[in-house]
């Protein structure tokens, strides 16, 4: 029942974490139609966001193995609210900049928390099919709070599409800081528990997972896909809106498809790699990366042919990337850095993986302007291609060192 509740609030945290991030890219259009901001300073908002965003990764993996995730997160998702709020009530482009810029430095807390919390009550036999339908969280949250900044855009304005959602992940954070359980060894007899770590004995697991060339390589090729990513939650409404012509509520709704697909692929090919790669998830990831080079050629030929086939293209587009997205961020991370040091390894894979996606702004208005969407999905294409390529190599270090079990 312990274990059923933190899975429970973890997931809702991080789901919920992405009601403080959504909304811009569902009010994008609408804030540059109103407020005269230019695509390249949406792009900057967009950057700067995801600037501090890497660094905070960096960051928050560090201090989550030694404050605590629940800490962590519960404070990190009030100073969010707090900041998505501010986002909500201003005007110019220098203070969205400012506040988005503010708020992706504190969401950064928590994905490292909240893969902290996880490794502490689920061992490495199960983390595959586990995770997979935790990592649900990030496909769901997306889904939902596009779908609510969407109703509040269409029905009361964009300004209510900061400023209701804010509320929402205030009361999460306060109830994580209530009744999040940090690990089982606390509430076990005192003769069970495992000796409390100390500072030293943290900074010494977090060294030596961050040794590892598997940890480097998955970095590697994490920057390649949230790059991928982060190019289609941010662009992908506005897309659909300007380039195909869809009512901006609907275009938010379709959009959807990314992480309808998402759900399905996180789920299977998580228990894909408990029961048919143990030991060797590098080796579905590299294989679902290929699949996804290809999804995205399909998407770029047939997403102007209509809604329902645009939707399908993308949701397969979705199943393909969240599916080995969920084992590189998540189970890779509890695996390769142990309970000690499992924030530090997700900081620090995420941290690859945001440093990538710095460059979406850049390169949707850079290339999209020059030579068309197209050439837009030929590039994420491309990105695809080459993580498979990491992928590919830590499949054969997983093969030559068999004996560490606790691989990705």
């Not at 850079?366 to 291609?385: C, T």
Request: proline share 4%; aromatic share 14%.
């Amino acid at each position: 029942m312990r274990r059923l509740r933190v899975f429970v609030l973890t997931w809702v945290s991080y789901a919920t974490y992405y009601f403080a991030r959504k909304n811009f890219p569902v009010a994008k259009r609408t804030i540059q139609t109103e407020l005269g901001i230019s695509t390249a300073g949406l792009a900057a908002i967009d950057t700067g966001y995801l600037a501090t965003y890497a660094i905070g990764q960096f960051a928050g993996g560090w201090l989550g193995d030694r404050i605590g995730s629940r800490r962590l997160i519960g404070y990190g998702m009030i100073a969010s609210a707090f900041l998505i709020a501010a986002f909500g009530a201003s005007s110019s482009a220098s203070l969205f900049a400012l506040f988005f810029g503010l708020n992706g430095f504190v969401q950064a807390t928590g994905w490292p928390g909240n893969v902290k919390a996880m490794a502490a009550w689920y061992g490495p036999t199960e983390r595959g099919a586990v995770m997979g339908f935790w990592s649900t969280c990030f496909q769901v949250g997306p889904l939902l709070a596009t779908a609510l900044a969407a109703y509040l855009l269409a029905h009361y304005g964009w300004r209510t599409a900061f400023l209701g959602p804010a509320v929402w992940v205030a009361l999460v954070g306060i109830v994580v800081l209530l009744f999040l359980e940090e690990g089982p060894h606390e509430h076990e007899p005192l003769e069970k528990r495992p000796p409390k770590a100390s500072r030293e004995t943290v900074k010494a697991a977090a060294r030596e997972a961050l040794r590892n060339p598997v940890v480097w390589l998955l970095g590697a090729s994490y920057f390649g896909m949230k790059l991928i990513r982060y190019c289609i939650d941010f662009w992908l409404p506005y897309y659909l809106e300007k380039n195909l012509g869809y009512p901006r509520d609907t275009a938010a709704y379709v959009s959807t498809a990314f992480q309808f697909g998402g759900i399905f692929g996180a789920i299977l090919v998580g228990w894909i790699s408990d029961r048919l790669f143990p030991g060797r998830r590098g080796a579905i990831a590299a294989v679902c990366t290929v699949a996804l080079a290809g999804a995205l050629a399909l998407y770029g030929q047939v997403a102007p042919l209509g809604l329902w086939t645009n939707f399908a293209a993308m949701a397969l587009v979705g199943f393909f990337l969240f599916g080995p997205d969920a084992l590189i961020s998540g189970v890779a991370a509890q695996d390769l850095g142990g309970p000690l040091a499992a924030a530090t390894v997700a900081g620090f894979i995420n941290g690859c993986g945001s440093v990538g996606a710095i460059a979406q702004g850049a390169l949707v208005a850079g290339v999209s302007s020059r030579f068309g969407w197209q050439a837009v999905f030929q590039a994420l294409m491309l990105l695809a291609a080459i993580s498979s390529v990491a992928l590919g190599a830590v499949w054969r270090l997983q093969r030559q060192q068999r004996p560490v079990a606790a691989g990705p």
